[in-house]
């Protein structure tokens, strides 16, 4: 790989912005593909990140100045990268569900599916089912994800689940959940589509599922 | 059967020394309100609601403390933060009200006996100290720790981005902080309270270095007051601690309160000499286990954490509103059938 490009992924990793800033329109300047940019680059770093959060190497403020360092860059290659027609790898929508206010976790997810290419519409915190539904008709996502911190919430994610058959939505996405006390086994008993543990595993889980439609 | 008095079995286990057993003393909020009856919206609202509830609950279960919070916002309040109060749930804050240098300049530190409910919960402090304070171990909450309130009032994430992008900002909000606890402080200790609590749920998500630089100083200092006037402190976070285990002892704090994501065995042999540690049951667990699960789990927390003294059995944060009554009793019957001092590990 290009000097260029390890330098940008350390910029990621560090969470130096202006340096992100500055090394993307270096790269572009040396002719390399957006893309290229884009994925060996800023998610290439944003990657390394996810796995040292998860290790407990780092802590949720240096994942948190990474994804900026990583968006500046992705800010950077958004006009070039439309002209290269990269598809984007989905629409999700994502929100802590209703009578939970927890939106650390959450936002990460966002900042990690941003980060591999999803559009994300952040519905917020103590998003009520009807709300979710709504969000459905009016983005038409490919998947929703919602996150709960709470024991107490948990059930919300069933009553949310259950609002989507009501409005006859529930075909037309696929639904991830997580937060703290969420498992895979709760994600299979509400009729969940899956479950990831952590902001990285959730942008895979989120890629996998739209890949297999 | 227990011959000593639960304000002295707490004491003693805070000087470090052995009671007749192990004190338990899970603090209640939410379930103190919905175990007397009442909405938390009426629980946090009124000094004779609070008092009450908190002494029912305290008395429900035979605990050797009560324990007196509103919420966890009332400082925050207090300094301008808008709230919304859900009818049947704790209140929380609206937006942050510090974005800006200038916003900055404005803030004040609230007086405790004038501004939004801080007042009130002096007086339930009060009321708690007159009814019961001789017979049970009186702690009151002057709840969020600098940091945290300074996360209140900027927003959690920008609060982590200033220690990046501004410090000297964020210290400055600190010294604001600070200075708001030593003064809510002082006021709930002169009621007579036994021991204040504050809480940095948030400082489980921080790294070592940044609570060195962020948390502890400013920690320290409400110590101190609180210690000048003869009171002891207790240290809560919620979630994994274990990285900020010392660095929470340096603070100069006697009881620090840990949640169930902490090894309390490592807890016991990295800080238990120097600080009374309090914790840390699943509240999980607590919610959903039987009695006889939690039971175990008590039991499996003082033989890892009792001997030679300096521990309370709690659950590792607050138990949510609907646990069972069941449970709560099967934790205090493992303070007496497993607790009873001398013991060793
Ligand atoms: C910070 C915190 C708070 C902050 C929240 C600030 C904010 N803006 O979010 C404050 C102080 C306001 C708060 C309030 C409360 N909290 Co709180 N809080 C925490 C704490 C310490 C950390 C949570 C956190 O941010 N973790 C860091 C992030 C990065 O991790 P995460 O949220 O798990 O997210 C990751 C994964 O779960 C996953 N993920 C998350 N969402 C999603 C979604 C999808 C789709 C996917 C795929 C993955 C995914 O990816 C994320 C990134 O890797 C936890 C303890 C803990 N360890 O969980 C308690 C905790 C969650 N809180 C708890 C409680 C009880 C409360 C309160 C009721 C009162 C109280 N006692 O403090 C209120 C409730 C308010 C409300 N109605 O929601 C309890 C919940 C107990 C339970 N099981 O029910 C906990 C577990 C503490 C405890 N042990 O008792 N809290």
């Known amino acids: 790989m290009s000097d260029t490009l390890k330098q940008l992924t350390e910029a990621v990793i560090a969470g130096n912005a202006t340096l992100a800033g500055k090394i993307t329109e270096q790269a572009l300047a040396e002719g390399i593909a957006p893309t290229k940019v884009l994925t060996d680059g800023l998610i290439a770093g944003m990657s390394v990140v996810g796995v040292r959060f998860k290790a407990e190497e780092i802590f949720v403020p240096e994942v948190l100045i990474a994804a900026r360092a990583m968006k500046t860059g992705v800010e950077i290659l958004r006009p070039r990268l439309a002209g290269e027609a990269v598809p984007m790898a989905g629409t999700i929508v994502l929100?802590?569900?209703?009578?939970?206010?927890?939106?650390?976790?959450?936002?990460?997810?966002?900042?990690?599916?941003?980060?591999?290419?999803?559009?994300?519409?952040?519905?917020?915190?103590?998003?009520?089912?009807?709300?979710?539904?709504?969000a459905i008709n009016e983005h038409e996502p490919d998947l929703v994800g919602m996150s709960a911190l709470l024991t107490t919430t948990m059930p919300m994610m069933k009553e949310t689940l259950?609002?989507?058959?009501?409005?006859?939505?529930?075909?037309?996405?696929?639904?991830?959940?997580?937060?703290?006390?969420?498992?895979?086994?709760f994600a299979r008993q509400i009729g969940a589509d899956g479950y990831a543990p952590d902001a990285g595993s959730?942008?895979?889980l989120a890629k996998a599922l739209v890949v297999t439609g | 059967m227990d011959k000593m008095r639960p304000v002295e079995r707490i004491k003693l286990a805070v000087e470090h020394k052995q009671p007749d057993r192990?004190?338990?003393?899970?603090?209640?909020?939410?379930?103190?309100?919905?175990?007397?009856?009442?909405?938390?919206r009426d629980y946090c609202t009124s000094a004779e609601n609070l008092a009450r509830a908190a002494i029912h609950c305290s008395r429900t279960y035979g605990l050797d403390g009560v324990f007196v919070q509103a919420c966890g916002w009332q400082e925050a309040e207090a300094m301008g933060?808008?709230?919304?109060?859900p009818e049947d749930n704790a209140p929380s804050g609206k937006a942050p009200?510090?974005?800006?240098?200038?916003?900055?300049?404005?803030?004040?530190?609230?007086?405790?006996?004038?501004?939004?409910?801080?007042?009130?919960?002096?007086?339930?402090?009060?009321?708690?100290?007159?009814?019961?304070g001789h017979e049970l171990y009186v702690k009151s909450q002057i709840d969020q720790a600098p940091f945290a309130l300074a996360c209140e009032l900027v927003g959690f994430e920008q609060a982590f981005l200033l220690m990046y992008d501004d410090?000297?900002?964020?210290?400055?909000?600190?010294?604001?902080?600070?200075?708001?606890?030593?003064?809510?402080?002082?006021a709930i200790a002169s009621t007579g309270v036994h021991n204040v609590f504050m809480g940095e749920a948030i400082a489980s998500q921080i790294s070592p270095a940044q609570y060195k630089e962020f948390s502890l100083p400013y920690n320290r200092r409400v110590i101190d007051a609180m210690h000048e006037l003869g009171v002891t402190v207790t240290l809560h976070t919620c979630g994994n601690s274990s990285y900020i285990l010392e660095l929470m002892a340096d603070t100069g704090a006697d009881i620090i309160e840990f949640d169930s994501m902490v090894d309390i065995a490592e807890a016991k042999r990295r800080v238990g000499d120097r600080v009374?540690?309090?914790?840390?049951?699943?509240?999980?667990?607590?919610?959903?286990?039987?009695?006889?699960?939690?039971?175990?789990?008590?039991?499996d927390c003082i033989e890892k954490a009792a001997s030679g003294g300096g521990f309370i059995l709690a659950c590792g944060c607050e138990p949510a509103p609907n646990t069972p009554q069941a449970n709560l009793h099967a934790l205090v019957a493992a303070a007496k059938k497993y607790g009873r001092y001398p013991i060793t590990q």
């Open chain 2, 81 to 85: 933060v808008e709230l919304y109060y």
């Open chain 1, 95 to 134: 929100g802590t569900v209703q009578g939970d206010l927890h939106d650390i976790g959450k936002n990460l997810v966002a900042m990690m599916m941003e980060g591999v290419g999803f559009k994300v519409i952040d519905l917020g915190v103590n998003v009520a089912p009807e709300r979710f539904v709504e």
């Open chain 2, 22 to 40: 192990v004190p338990v003393f899970p603090v209640c909020v939410a379930h103190a309100a919905k175990n007397y009856g009442i909405t938390y």
């Open chain 2, 167 to 186: 410090p000297s900002f964020l210290h400055e909000l600190l010294e604001i902080c600070t200075e708001t606890q030593i003064r809510y402080g002082k």
């Open chain 1, 202 to 204: 959730a942008a895979d």
């Open chain 2, 97 to 132: 009200i510090v974005k800006t240098r200038e916003e900055l300049k404005k803030l004040r530190v609230p007086d405790p006996l004038k501004d939004g409910r801080m007042p009130m919960v002096v007086k339930a402090n009060e009321l708690v100290v007159k009814e019961v």
């Open chain 1, 162 to 185: 259950e609002a989507f058959k009501a409005a006859g939505v529930r075909g037309r996405v696929k639904v991830v959940v997580g937060g703290a006390p969420v498992n895979e086994n």
């Open chain 2, 276 to 299: 009374c540690l309090q914790g840390n049951v699943d509240t999980g667990l607590v919610l959903q286990g039987t009695p006889d699960e939690v039971e175990a789990a008590a039991k």
